[in-house]
Every structure is written in C-alpha cells, then in structure tokens.
C-alpha cells in the first residue's frame, strides 16, 4: 500500500451510495470513515436484517462486506462506478447479536484490471474477534 | 442424491420466509418450486435492487443464492430453522438486466454436521447462460 | 457453450504438461479426455500422494482441480501457456479411498480477460457422488 | 486469540510432516516458526515447482497454505492428525519469482468444530507484498 492517495472524498461516496446504491439504504449502510490503509463502513442493524436465532441474517453481512471493500477500491481509484464485484468469499464465524457492524477494508492487491480486498466484520457488541471474513475480487473497467 | 425425500412444503418454507426472514421480502425473494433433486428461488427484481451500470446488486445475488440453498438444504432435512451458512462462494458471471432472475440449486453433499450445495443463478432474460455462481457450506445443528 | 470449437489437441496438452509443468508429474496427472463441453484430467493416486486418515491429501485434489480447469480453458482458447490462476475455491466433500481420481470440468464463462470454471472430482471407487468441487478464475493475458 | 497455549512441539509437528505426509517433502514444505498468534511455514521452492512464465506453480502455493493452516490448528489443538480441509480459498496476488516462500497463517476462529484460519504468502524476494492470501475451514473430529 506504497503511500496511496485517497482518491475519493467522504461526501462523495456517500452521494453514490445515495443517488445510485438502493440496496445500501435497505442494509443501513454508513461509510464510517476512508484511512490511508483502510476503510470502515457500518450497517445499522434494524428488525428487518434479523434471521431465525436472533442473529444478523447473512445477507445483510455479505451486502456489507461487498459495500466496504467497494469503498475501499474506490476510495484508491476514485469514483470508477462501473468497478463490478467478479468474486466474494465469506466464512461466517461468530453469529452476531442483534446490534450494528462494522467492516474494516484493506486492500491485498490493486492491479489495472483487478482490485484484491479483504474485510473483517466486528459486532459493536463484541471487542475484537470478528464475526466475518470476506474476500473479493473486482474489475476494473479499462477506462479507468 | 440418491432417493432423498422431500421433508419441507412449498408453503412451509413460505411461512418460514414471510414470518422469520424479513430481508427476504427486502431482496423480493419467492419460491418457485421444490423437487426431488433441486430447488428453484425466484427475485422479483424491482427498482431498488439495481446498481450503477443497469444491472442488479451483487448483494441481491448473494442473498438469492443464499437463501435458494437454505431452501434446499430445508426441503431435505425439514424446518430446522437454524441451519447457519459458514461459508458462502460466489463468482459474478454476467452483468443481469434489470429483472426477475431464478437461482436453481442442487446439493453436493449433504451430510449430519455440514451441508454443501451449489446455485447458479439465470436471468429470465437470458436462456442458457448463469449470471452467477455461488457454492455454499451450512452447519446443521447437532439436535436436527 | 454455443458451439465452441476445440483449439488445443491431447497431445499439445500432453506437451505442455511434460516440458512446462513438472509438477503435473508429481502429482500423477494425466489428461483423459477433451470434449466439446468438458474435459476430465486423471490423478494417478499413489502412496506419496496420501494423508493420515487413508485418504488422498488435499494438494493433490487441489492441483488436480487447477490442472483441470487449466486443460480445459487452453483447449477453449489454445495453447497460451500463461493464462493463470487468480482464484480457485475448493470444497472438499468425501475422503477418498487410496484411488485414482477423475476431475471432470466445464466453463462457466470464457470472457476475453476472464475465464471462470468449475469441476468435480471423482473417486473411481466411488460411482456418482464426487469427493470434492471446485470453481476456479483465470486470468487471460491481452496477447492472447 | 485470548492467551491459547501452544500445543504442538515444532519437532512433533516435522515428525508429522515427515511421517504421515509425503507431499510436503514433495513441495518442498519446512515449518519455520510457531509462535503465540501465528505460524510461518516455509516452502523451498526448486525447479520442479515452476510453471510457464518463469513463477511458481499454483498448486505449490495451496499446498503451502493448506500445510501452514494445518500447523496453525494442530499448534493449539495438539497433534489431532485427523483434522481435514473441508473448504479452501485462495487468491493469487503477485506472480513470486523462483524463490522460496513463507506462509504466515493466523487463526479467524477456532471452535470445537470448525477452525477457520487465513494466511498470506510472501515471497523471499519481495518485502511486504503478499503474492497470495488463502483462508481455510478444518473440521475438527470429535474425538478432538
């Protein structure tokens, strides 16, 4: 992570998640904050992202996951909407109370055409183990 | 998948997704059939599902695939409700138009402790060729 | 899979397994057969290829996955030698006996820079349940 | 990773590799450290282990992260040989030169079931850069 620039300002994320990521605002996506080596996102977890066990329904971790390490790819190559998520891996580890997650992104590998990341999701319930971990791989158009 | 029966009704799993997985209805996630060797889960695709460039949200794509193998999953061992994902693996394939899309999932191995099956996922507006691909691994609880 | 043509022989696979992949030796491979849709590699299991527990160790079902999906990406594209592996996801379902394995793979998308596969991996002892599965991603080099 | 004890020798471990697991004398596997937190196993990479485009092949790669995994857990379970991959993914970062590679692996979770680790591998001739990251689920056996 050779001392990136951040590419893509606070505000502006949170305009793209606005006026072009619906599905953000139903997952009670936040952008919590953009470091130098990583970023936060978090999901305000409401009633409707609950499954049976009192827990966090897995979608609504895999939608954050995908969210904050678009964030964070963003976040290194500026507003490039069109990067597309190719492969997402996550591994469930902990099942979650019924209380807001943070996912902390950090980039494996920007290539030109492929942007490697790994996530790390946290209950704000739960000090320091995590209770997800994804990886994912996006491309990146060639305009770019 | 040697003779297995069916263990869960159509309308059984509908309660299940209509009283118990609130975020099924978010992601306009239904049914479609249930057979000896597979299961059909239908997203009705609407305007809040879609991301930049025209196409529906990686995250719709997980949660469909997600809940087309639990649905599975269910219909071979019966209502256990807590059956939990540990792992779930998706490749995006194709970007989907914005409609309905149909994830057919069929089982790998379905064994006490870890079911693994596998979904690829079609949009109707595409014949042959899956938008998506995704494995998943769900631990059963042990009184199942 | 609409009609693809073959673009690579038994033998030039054969070729380049022998001179460019000393571990395809290792690890017993052998290529059984090109297909129009698929194609199905062989590891010819001996006793260094074992793990505590009688069965097969997992590197060798793993690079036999790869090999696989490698053979049958080149015989889609031809002979381009440095297509290489960007993702591959295993899941391993059955401990085989101390066998032959057969991993038969089919595409799940040839793009120009992407190529996304998927095989299972048999047992010869063990008729119709494979023993693991595995996607893979390759990344295609602009030349070819 | 609240204050686990480490339950495997270093020499118990070599005993292991050497005894019961052919392939890594094959892969050229040596275990370099066990610590607290992590582990670092080594692969010694020779001519046998390349692939076209002058790298290391691949399966050397999975072999090595599905080895230093395995240490990883066997260190704070103890020698339960049994222990068995169930999933294994992995994402090619950087193509390492022919040198020798290190695996740092760190535990995600450990259960009494499940254990889930991920490592990243580096190359000896590249400084802080991964040239690969893989995450692993075992399935830990009762007896255990």
Same mark, same amino acid.
Do not use: W
């Given at each position: 992570?050779?001392?990136?620039?951040?590419?893509?300002?606070?505000?502006?994320?949170?305009?793209?998640?606005?006026?072009?990521?619906?599905?953000?605002?139903?997952?009670?996506?936040?952008?919590?904050?953009?470091?130098?080596?990583?970023?936060?996102?978090?999901?305000?977890?409401?009633?409707?992202?609950?499954? !049976?066990?009192?827990?966090?329904?897995?979608?609504?971790?895999?939608?954050?996951?995908?969210?904050?390490?678009?964030? #964070?790819?963003?976040?290194?190559?500026? !507003?490039?909407?069109?990067?597309?998520?190719?492969?997402?891996?996550?591994?469930?580890?902990?099942? !979650?109370? !019924?209380?807001?997650?943070?996912?902390?992104?950090?980039?494996?590998?920007?290539?030109?055409? #492929?942007?490697?990341?790994?996530?790390?999701?946290? =209950?704000?319930?739960?000090? =320091?183990?995590?209770?997800?971990?994804?990886?994912?791989?996006?491309?990146?158009p060639p305009a770019?």
């Amino acid at each position: 992570m050779n001392g990136s620039t951040i590419k893509l300002s606070h505000a502006q994320f949170d305009e793209i998640m606005q006026e072009r990521l619906p599905f953000a605002d139903m997952l009670g996506l936040r952008l919590d904050s953009i470091a130098e080596d990583h970023i936060v996102m978090r999901s305000c977890v409401e009633q409707q992202h609950l499954r !049976p066990g009192g827990t966090v329904a897995g979608p609504v971790m895999m939608g954050l996951a995908d969210a904050a390490i678009y964030a #964070l790819i963003l976040s290194r190559i500026g !507003p490039v909407e069109l990067a597309v998520t190719t492969n997402l891996s996550i591994n469930f580890l902990r099942k !979650p109370e !019924p209380a807001d997650l943070l996912a902390r992104a950090t980039m494996l590998k920007l290539g030109k055409r #492929l942007a490697i990341a790994e996530t790390s999701i946290y =209950s704000i319930t739960l000090d =320091s183990d995590p209770v997800a971990h994804a990886v994912a791989t996006y491309s990146i158009p060639p305009a770019a």
